[in-house]
């Protein structure tokens, strides 16, 4: 069974930094796509950051260039994203997903985990 399972959210004020974790089970992430998403209250999901290792390719959102980082640790089958200077704006529920198709888009993503709440305070 595919399962996905994200955690590392929290309350934290701007500037600070936070670290979420994704831990995959069931199956090798290395033969997926891995994505973060992010959902505001009233705001569509989007894609934060993706990366592929078959394509060897990463991909950010304008909104989190040179302040997030996607990052695999294939060992622990476990992507994480290290998000620093965080904004107010930044707050949302951040969901992590798995999917053969490596796109931005969350749609394309099939297996998702649970939420897990970002906060930031001003």
């Known amino acids: 069974e595919v399962q996905l399972q994200a955690s590392g959210g929290g309350l934290v004020q701007a500037g600070g930094s936070l670290r979420l974790s994704c831990a995959a089970s069931g199956f090798t992430f290395d033969d997926y796509a891995i994505g973060w998403f992010r959902q505001a209250p009233g705001k569509e999901r989007e894609g934060v950051s993706c990366?592929?290792?078959?394509?060897?390719?990463?991909y950010y959102a304008d909104s989190v260039k040179g302040r997030f980082t996607i990052s695999s640790d294939n060992a622990k089958n476990t992507v994480y994203l290290q998000m620093n200077s965080l904004k107010p704006e930044d707050t949302a529920v951040y969901y992590c997903?798995?999917?053969?198709?490596?796109?931005?888009?969350?749609?394309?993503?099939?297996?998702w985990g649970q939420g897990t709440q970002v906060t930031v305070s001003s």
């Open positions: 997903a798995a999917g053969h198709t490596y796109s931005s888009w969350w749609l394309e993503y099939d297996y």
């Open positions: 990366m592929s290792s078959i394509e060897g390719s990463t």
